[in-house]
């Protein structure tokens, strides 16, 4: 357990760390070209140790609920089941079985190591897949990533199920292995079947310029009729009662605000600027690439009609995952500007900046 860091401080230093990381990036890629030997192996090494670095991180942090929210939660379940008790819950089952299982084991800081492996390494995985020797660069993304620190410690559940759908998407010649992946996401947190079903849509239909329509009427939708839709998801039973409940106000926890997150929506923005961007301006063509960012546009556009709920944060949360790679996937496949280098680690250090931004408005 990492006890020398207090707890207090713990998101602090993640987030100067980052920053630091960034910031060093960006300036590493003005002094060696982007296919030297040597950037290669740089970002090869660093890639690594930023692995091992986070995965420690997160996965030895003090247990503290009042720090990490579900965290101390989670600790209490997994003690009961060490201590014999048995699963009798019938709502995301297989987490609760993960738990039990690893409770034979290890011990509790075991579990949330563990855990924090099971949320991490497929975002190294599908960096590793899709990237090759720049994978480094997508890895820093989805590290860099406003929601990244957050469903690492607190929405755990819901982290390792988007993680689990991510490293289904290692396979898309081999459906069955990402048809088995993605049914351990949905057991683990059922709000990933959202993606899921919206990742089915796009193969049978992949037109971006359609979803990206849809997206852009959902905001004038949402604006003069967002309370009409945040009723129907509701008495439709989207999910299970614990995302009506969130769509209905029916839970009490503090959120930092609802409303219309202007914020939250232009912040959202940025990948459907560069899917555009690189798809319809550029004339980027590549099949996956549009299933990813119609997989986003879609998720994101029923984020955008129940915008006002409570907790509409962890709706957001079902397209934010993929934000990172939407936004980087473009120029690590493809070279559209002359000092190619420079311009990716401008665009992660721009993608930190809001990060950055939203931790000193909201947490400093």
């Known amino acids: 357990m990492i006890d020398f860091i207090p707890i207090k401080y713990y998101f602090d230093v993640f987030i100067y760390f980052s920053l630091f990381l960034v910031l060093a990036n960006l300036l590493h890629a003005y002094t060696v070209p982007l296919n030297d030997l040597k950037n290669l192996k740089f970002l090869r090494t660093s890639g690594m140790i930023l692995l091992v670095l986070v995965i420690l991180f997160i996965g030895l942090r003090p247990i503290s609920g009042y720090a990490f929210g579900d965290m101390g939660r989670y600790s209490r379940y997994f003690i009961s089941y060490a201590n014999g008790v048995q699963v009798t819950t019938d709502k995301d089952v297989l987490f609760h079985y993960y738990m039990k299982t690893l409770s034979y084991f290890v011990g509790v800081y075991g579990f949330f190591l563990i855990t924090a492996i099971v949320y991490i390494l497929p975002m190294y995985l599908i960096s590793k897949k899709y990237f090759k020797p720049y994978w480094f660069y997508a890895f820093l993304m989805f590290v860099a990533s406003f929601s990244f620190y957050a469903y690492g410690t607190n929405g755990i559940r819901n982290g390792v199920a988007t993680s689990m759908f991510l490293w289904g998407l290692c396979y898309p010649r081999k459906k069955l292995i990402m048809g088995i992946l993605f049914l351990f996401a949905a057991l683990f947190h059922k709000s990933v079947l959202l993606p899921i079903m919206a990742y089915g849509l ?163």
């Open 202 to 364: 796009t193969m049978v239909y992949n037109n971006p310029k359609t979803y990206l329509k849809g997206w852009l009427i959902a905001i004038p939708m949402s604006l003069f009729l967002g309370s009409v839709f945040v009723t129907l998801f509701t008495s439709l039973g989207f999910g299970d009662e614990r995302l009506a409940g969130y769509l209905s106000g029916e839970y009490t926890e503090s959120v930092l605000k609802t409303g219309f997150r202007w914020d939250f929506l232009i912040f959202s923005a940025f990948p459907v600027f560069s899917g555009w961007y690189f798809i319809v301006k550029k004339g980027f063509q590549d099949h996956f690439y549009n299933q990813l960012f119609n997989t986003y546009l879609i998720c994101n556009t029923f984020w955008i009609l129940v915008i006002r709920a409570n907790f509409s944060n962890r709706f957001a949360y079902l397209s934010w995952f993929l934000m990172a790679i939407v936004i980087i996937y473009p120029v690590l496949k493809q070279s559209f500007f002359k000092n190619q280098q420079i311009m990716i680690t401008k665009i992660v250090t721009a993608y930190f900046l809001f990060t950055f931004l939203m931790y000193l408005m909201y947490y400093e």
